[in-house]
Nanobody, 129 residues
Framework: QVQLVESGGGSVQTGGSLRLSCAYS????????MGWFRQASGNEREGVGT???????????YLADSVKGRFTISQDHTKKTMYLEMNSLKPEDTAMYFC???????????????????WGQGTQVTVSS
């Protein structure tokens, strides 16, 4: 079993920055791939990016085109925490942000939320113009 708890959401103005955290616990083999997803009101959940977990060793990240150059995913294995650093925020980034994990490999899972087994409760990010 895996437990995921997000934190760090809030309200910022356009161009601002936020850092989200996802604290995880449970079987490390079930977090081979961890990722961030978001869901704006009235929209489907979409992938923001993923990162290879500690068991895969590489720490390689995969980011959606919409956030490349603005968002960064990282992971601190000693703290069992994944981060999403968000810069140059835009109003269209407003959404509930979710942390997710899966035993599979990020390259195969892609950014499709249906492929991920474990989910946090989410943290709200609001960007005002």
């Amino acid at each position: 079993q895996v437990q995921l708890v997000e934190s760090g959401g809030g309200s910022v103005q356009t161009g601002g920055s936020l850092r989200l955290s996802c604290a995880y616990s449970g079987n490390p083999e079930r977090t081979n791939c961890m990722g961030w997803f978001r869901q704006a009101s009235g929209n489907e959940r979409e992938g923001v990016g993923t990162i290879n977990g500690v068991n895969t060793g590489s720490g390689r990240t995969y980011l959606a085109d919409s956030v490349k150059g603005r968002f960064t995913i990282s992971q601190d294995h000693t703290k069992k925490t994944m981060y999403l650093e968000m810069n140059s925020l835009k109003p269209e980034d407003t959404a509930m942000y979710f942390c997710a994990a899966d035993p599979g490999y990020c390259l195969l899972l892609g950014l499709n939320p249906v492929n991920f087994a474990y989910w946090g409760q989410g943290t709200q990010v609001t960007v005002s113009s």
